[in-house]
């Protein structure tokens, strides 16, 4: 679901570091640089788009000097707290919960009644699993960018197969070609699995080839 890592992406925290982005907190290989990946391995709301914006020299990677660039710091340290934790919608993964307020920040007009349909145990709050049922996706996809993107995992996979092949994808998202599937098939098997399918990357490239 697009909405559940790039609408909180967009709407759901703002940033809450004071202190200058340190390139030493992206770079896990050591090579001065940092890739998307390695911004992405820390803070999974940051958008390839939004990387690109930072990157001005194109070379695909930040140097110490874009980092710490005007507004970098913003975009890079989005949604992360003071201890250094990211706070999103996206967390329900890590087994974090999310409130009816933030579910309706993340998904514009979502009514309390649907948010009691999500919440199955009638805890007050929505955890993965609750998120992740297929009333869930139903109720939730209706408020993604009205109702446009991201459609759940079920409704690619129309094979049962529990992967997304790229005649799936393409049937859903016509635009997609095989150098997309590619670029968010992360362990090269030719086919997409639920992980794979809902990370930020795969998210923001099925978006564009709706």
């Known amino acids: 679901m697009k909405a559940l890592v790039y609408s909180a992406v967009a709407t759901l925290l703002t940033t809450a570091s004071a202190s200058a982005t340190s390139i ?7 090579d001065r640089f940092v890739t998307y990946d390695e911004v992405t391995a820390v803070n999974s ?10 990157d001005v020299n194109r070379d695909r990677r930040l140097s110490a000097v874009e980092v710490q660039a005007p507004g970098a710091e913003a ?3 989005r949604g992360v707290s003071s201890s250094g934790t990211v706070l999103s919608v996206s967390d329900i993964s890590g087994g974090q919960f999310v409130s009816q307020s933030e579910l309706a920040a993340a998904y514009p007009g979502l009514k309390p009644y649907e948010f009691d349909l999500i919440d199955t145990n009638n805890d007050g709050r929505v955890s993965s699993t609750e998120i992740y049922a297929s009333a869930a996706q139903d109720i939730l996809s209706e408020h993604e960018h009205n109702g446009s ?7 690619v996979d129309t094979d049962g197969s529990g992967f997304a092949s790229l005649a799936e994808l393409q049937a859903v998202y ?11 098939d992360v362990n090269r098997d030719g086919r997409i699995s639920f992980n794979e399918f809902y990370a930020p ?3 923001e490239i099925l978006g564009e080839n709706q």
């Open 201 to 203: 990357l795969a998210i």
């Open 174 to 184: 016509p635009g997609t070609t095989a150098n997309d599937l590619r670029d968010f």
């Open 24 to 30: 030493q907190t992206y770079d896990t290989n050591g």
């Open 149 to 155: 993107i991201l459609v759940s995992m079920d409704r």
């Open 45 to 54: 709301r940051v958008l390839r788009s939004e990387f690109q914006i930072l």
């Open 75 to 77: 975009i890079l340290n």
